[in-house]
């Protein structure tokens, strides 16, 4: 079988070429003509591509084309790998001096609308003690995406590492928005909203948190994705657990059961044998709104929401707590998330991070 990877068509030859001063027009259209011939990239290749996108070589039209292509086809290890090299590469890295943290994040892109849960539960973790550097960015394919409700609610964004450390140290929290650390978000982010679909850039976010925190529970948006993430972990020191609903939601949504992957291995987990009784998924939607999915917010850490508001964030804290100590069981994991809530410690953390 012939070579899929680019055959013929060296990405570096195709940079050094003479056609190179047409403004990336003859490069764009090679790529572009290598992905509708459903051909792949190698992990080196993938990394030059997304750098000459996040320095702004490639039109409007020709980055959109670029970003629907990969709306149409699987991306493989190496491509992500690659996008992911070049985004780390680029991005302005945070130093936390060893502080361990764990972030909570999702790809988004799953379409359930649902409020901001991992949000919410990263405040739990964080009153439960543990150290969180939560990255997050606007909503492109849903209303309201973390950076939207936190910007609402009155935090106010900072890539100054000091003011992070501070974050952490006096709240056991940081919010990391995508767009202050990552020059490739802001190339793309018009192009993005403007398509208003999931693309490969929901894919990284979760892989390119700048303080490249120790733990992570990610959530995914569909099982073919959490198995490349699940490739891509196990080849690094990270604790991990990756996690997709049956149904399609990118974090445990209480509706289904879900399938996770871990140090631990892969697991499909019954929702009752955790002791829930199933939701229907219109108990966990978000609002119409900005302000009504902050208003869905502040009620969760107030102690105002839902049971099965409540239970969606509890169970989502409670495996991120498990996936920084592993031996602990999910009972004891969850204990510990309904007394931060329940003690309005997770409420503190917020106030106390909204403050600083």
């Known amino acids: 079988m012939a070579n899929k990877n680019f055959e013929g068509n ?6 050094n070429s003479p056609f190179r001063g047409l ?9 572009l003509n290598h992905l509708f011939e459903n051909k792949t990239f190698t992990r080196e290749q993938s990394k030059e591509i997304l750098t000459e996108i996040a320095q702004g070589k490639y039109n409007n039209s020709q980055m959109a084309a670029f970003m629907t292509a990969y709306c149409m086809r699987s991306i493989t290890v190496n491509e992500l790998e690659g996008f992911r090299d070049a985004m780390l590469e680029l991005c302005l890295e945070v130093d936390m001096e ?9 790809t988004g892109g799953d379409g359930k609308d649902t409020f901001n849960i991992s949000t919410l539960a990263s405040f739990i973790v964080a009153g439960a003690g543990y150290k969180v550097a939560k990255h997050g960015n606007y909503g492109v394919s849903s209303g309201c995406g973390s ?15 000091a003011k992070l ?12 928005h995508a767009p202050l650390f990552h020059p490739a978000m802001k190339t793309v982010a018009p192009i993005r909203r403007e398509l208003g679909v999931k693309t490969f850039f929901n894919m990284l976010g979760p892989l390119v948190n700048p303080a490249k925190p120790k733990n992570q529970l990610v959530g995914v948006f569909n099982l073919e994705l959490a198995r490349i993430y699940a490739y891509m972990y196990q080849k690094s020191d990270i604790k991990y657990t990756i996690l997709n609903a049956l149904d399609g939601y990118d974090e445990i949504s209480l509706t289904c059961d879900f ?9 499909i987990n019954s929702i009752e044998s955790l002791g829930f009784n199933r939701l229907g998924p219109h108990e966990i939607l978000g609002g119409n709104s900005v302000s009504e999915s902050a208003d869905i917010f502040v009620n969760v850490l107030n102690g105002d929401a839902t049971a099965a508001q409540n239970n969606v964030v509890l169970a989502n804290a409670a495996l991120a707590i498990k996936t920084i100590g592993p031996d602990k069981s999910f009972a004891e994991c969850f204990y510990e998330a309904e007394a931060s809530l329940a003690s309005k410690k997770a409420l503190k953390s917020f106030k106390t991070l909204i403050a600083n």
Not at 259 to 267: A, H, I, L, M, P
């Open 10 to 15: 060296n990405i570096n030859k195709i940079i």
């Open 23 to 31: 403004g990336g027009l003859t490069f764009m259209k090679q790529i």
């Open 98 to 106: 060893n502080r361990e943290l764990i972030d909570l994040c999702g």
């Open 147 to 161: 950076s939207n409700v936190m910007e609402f609610l009155g935090c106010r964004f900072t890539n100054d590492t």
């Open 165 to 176: 450390k501070h974050n952490v140290d006096s709240a056991n929290i940081c919010f990391l």
């Open 259 to 267: 399938k996770t992957f871990s140090v631990e291995g892969e697991k």
